[in-house]
């Protein structure tokens, strides 16, 4: 199976001492930094709804992006990203034989970088998929990447014999997926908090236990979707009244 997430605001810049590949859509990445770096400070905090300090630090990564940055200034995109899915992830405790069925068989969506490997190199950014960064392609990211990601992603998924992704995405990342040009099954975990008999997505939690999800299929190398249903990670356990084979519905009791 091959496994999608989300990228995080949050970075983590500790130093690495693993080796990186290159993004398949670097050019485009270079592309796009150039554009938002031709933003006034006004324009870009504007953009993505940034404080003062958060718009003159992204001016000054659009600034800084480089063609062919130098090794010290770009980390592995799984291990810099630092946000609520990547504490459910962990990818810094998993193993090297871990990591490298990671490699081939988890995805992340990027407004920048399209789609990242868990090993390739990033330069910092911020530029979330539902920006409307306006380029020659129309008004926002989802048209500037049009098909490009889902054509990345069913050609992954051809490479590993799968004709399954499982989407632990948001739903603002996954739009970026074109379904038609995609052509796999969809598999979507839910999580769900039960408070006082009323179970609810909150956000906070679901997002850490999409990442833990995607830990889950690499750390048992998961190859058939069914088997998701035996997820617990956190206290989580499939709803099979809810759930159905391509929307999985995992619920723990709620706590604060």
């Not at 870009?44 to 003062?52: D, E, I, K, N, V």
């Not at 020659?136 to 399954?164: C, F, H, I, M, S």
């Not at 179970?199 to 939690?205: E, L, P």
């Amino acid at each position: 199976m091959l496994v999608v997430i989300s990228p995080a605001k949050r970075l983590d810049w500790t130093e690495r001492d693993v080796a990186m590949t290159t993004p398949d859509f670097a050019e485009d990445a270079v592309r796009l930094a150039k554009t938002a770096r031709g933003l006034t400070l006004e324009a870009l905090r504007a953009l993505m709804g940034l404080s003062a300090d958060l718009a003159r630090l992204n001016r000054d990564r659009f600034r800084d992006f480089a063609e062919a940055p130098e090794g010290g200034s770009t980390r592995p995109a799984a291990l810099a990203f630092a946000g609520d899915t990547y504490q459910g992830l962990d990818a810094a405790s998993l193993d090297a034989e871990e990591m490298a069925w990671a490699q081939e068989h988890l995805r992340i969506l990027s407004g920048l970088y399209g789609i990242l490997r868990p090993l390739d190199a990033i330069q910092p950014y911020r530029l979330e998929m539902g920006s409307r960064l306006k380029t020659r392609r129309g008004a926002n990211l989802y048209d500037y990447w049009r098909d490009a990601p889902a054509k990345a992603l069913r050609a992954q998924a051809e490479a590993l014999g799968t004709d399954v992704l499982v989407n632990c995405a948001s739903q603002e990342y996954f739009g970026a997926v074109d379904l038609k040009a995609l052509k796999l099954r969809v598999v979507t975990p839910v999580f769900l908090e039960d408070k006082d008999g009323k179970a609810s997505v909150v956000s906070f939690f679901a997002k850490r236990a999409r990442g833990a999800m995607a830990r889950y299929v690499i750390q048992h190398r998961l190859t058939d979707p069914a088997a998701l249903a035996d997820f617990d990670s956190g206290g989580y356990a499939l709803d099979r009244e809810q759930s159905t084979p391509d929307r999985p519905v995992f619920v723990r009791p709620y706590s604060s």
